[in-house]
């Protein structure tokens, strides 16, 4: 048996250790761009308080949740914006950290991956990327 | 006869719900092929930017104010309405699209005593 799937997109970065994609996020006319990293263990996309900012946002004002992890836990605070990966952009509620000391950007499972089809080839730091359209309900 | 059976139709369908004409609207147009005499394709656009940005402060309050009765389940909204509900994203894709709406915004309502995880780390 042989699976088949095809894709739209392809991102790949031999000078990178892990798996990251260039993210843009958007609020009306502003913008934030940085990477962040792929992380199917994250419940939802979580990024650095710095992005907020740049984007002018009172970060209090989103939808509060605890963010739990093995050695403990974070706040952060959710917020509906433009997120955009590879020029697939779509609305989605993404969580930003309060604690400035939080230095990662990752892609969790809900609002991003529940909505794309991705593959890997991490021998040669690929990922393939759709979105998922073809939603048969 | 044929529009005999359409004003019977017409005039039938003045009482259903808004929810139910849309429901009828996007049934009747699937069934009418394109020029080119392929069905069309009835594609889901979820989450649009376009269509569902200017809502960002509605989706807020109404995602803090039913957070203890939807948390954990993902839910289809379009403005002010709800357009339906589910345990997977497919499924609140599939409550949208019995209402009529091909362009939903699916989200997913925490639970209020959290549940997030921040990786496999």
């Known amino acids: ?137 | 006869m044929a529009t005999e059976l359409l004003n019977d139709l017409m005039q039938r369908s003045s009482g259903l719900s808004l929810s139910e004409k849309r429901r009828l609207a996007l049934f009747l147009t699937e069934e009418v092929p394109e020029d080119n005499g392929r069905t069309p394709e009835f594609r889901l656009k979820l989450n649009a930017p376009e269509i569902h940005s200017k809502h960002r402060e509605q989706y807020l309050v109404w995602l803090k104010t039913h957070q203890k009765e939807y948390g954990g389940q993902y839910v289809a909204l379009h403005g002010e309405r709800l357009l339906g509900s589910g345990q997977t994203i497919r499924d609140a894709a599939r409550a949208a699209k019995e209402s009529g709406c091909l362009q939903p915004f699916l989200v997913y309502v925490p639970r209020p005593e959290g549940e997030y995880w921040g990786g496999w780390i």
């Open chain 1, 1 to 137: 048996m042989v699976y088949q799937l095809s894709f739209d997109r392809l991102h790949q970065d031999q000078s990178k250790d892990s798996v990251v994609l260039p993210v843009t996020l958007k609020l009306g006319r502003k913008t934030s761009n940085f990477e962040a990293q792929i992380d199917t263990g994250a419940s939802v996309c979580i990024f650095r308080r710095q992005q907020d900012e740049e984007l002018g946002i009172e970060i209090e004002t989103g939808l509060r949740e605890q963010i739990n992890t093995v050695t403990g836990s974070f706040i952060t605070y959710g917020h509906q914006l433009t997120l955009s990966v590879l020029e697939i952009d779509f609305e989605a509620y993404v969580y930003f950290a309060v604690q400035e000391q939080f230095a990662r950007n990752v892609l969790g499972r809900i609002g991003w991956l529940d909505r794309i089809k991705v593959g890997l080839i991490y021998y040669d730091r690929q990922v393939f990327l759709s979105p998922y359209e073809s939603m048969e309900v």
